[in-house]
Every structure is written in C-alpha cells, then in structure tokens.
C-alpha cells in the first residue's frame, strides 16, 4: 500500500509542471506491458495539451512505472521538459485567484460604500495580495 502522503506529493509536482491549459488523466495499470526490469505490469499516467485547432492532434505526455507514484514520478519528470510558453497551470490558477480576489473587493465596495474603488484603492488590493 502507497502512503497517501507519497500519493499527494507526486500529485502536486504533477500539478506544479503541468503546462497551463494542460489536463492529466487517471493512472491505469496495463498487465500486458513488459517493464524494464522484465516483470509484467506497469501504471501509465498521460497528460493532454489543449486542443491546437480542426484536423490537428493534441499534445500528450506519457508517464510509466511499476506504481502508481512511479507513473507520476515519470511523468513529472518528463512535463518538466515540455515547453511552457503560457506558464505552468499552477500559474494560471495564481493569476485567477489574483483575479478573484479583486474581484471580490470591488464587489465588496459596490455593496458597502455604493461605489467603485478608486485606483490607489485598487493597488492597495493588488499590494496586499498575498496568493499561493
């Protein structure tokens, strides 16, 4: 049995090299593959690239191992490999709680003061972000 900690970890690397826009998949076991080592078996985890227009195939990256914290071991090492020209996904999920969270204080000043923030008032709010 994985520790769920070791799952997680793999996980959140995963998450923090995925290209923005990219999704991953579910790990699967496929018992008809022949590992390095020679036993039978092995886990695949694929991440997919946004789909780049009609009649063109999407990017994939695929990662294999005897885990399935091995598969998204692999994996992560070979994203981390794949140019980001649009930041990592984690930067892109930073980027939409930066704007959220302005959101929210804008809304936040249209209910209370009847009004909206003034531009020093809103890079105040940009100033104290704090984010992930």
Do not use: C
């Amino acid at each position: 049995m994985i520790p769920a900690d070791e799952r997680e970890g793999a996980w959140d690397a995963i998450h923090e090299a995925l290209p923005s826009r990219w999704q991953v998949g579910p790990p699967t076991f496929d018992p008809g593959v022949v590992r390095p080592d020679g036993l039978m078996g092995a886990f695949t985890v694929t991440a997919n690239g946004p789909h780049p227009g009609r009649g063109k195939v999407p990017v994939t990256v695929s990662g294999r191992g005897e885990s399935e914290v091995a598969a998204l071991r692999d994996l992560d090492d070979r994203l981390r490999g794949v140019s980001k020209p649009d930041g990592t996904r984690m930067d892109e999920l930073r980027r939409r709680l930066r704007f959220a969270d302005v959101d929210g204080a804008e809304g936040w000043s249209v209910e209370t003061e009847g009004r909206r923030l003034t531009p020093d008032e809103l890079a105040g709010v940009i100033g104290r972000y704090r984010g992930l």
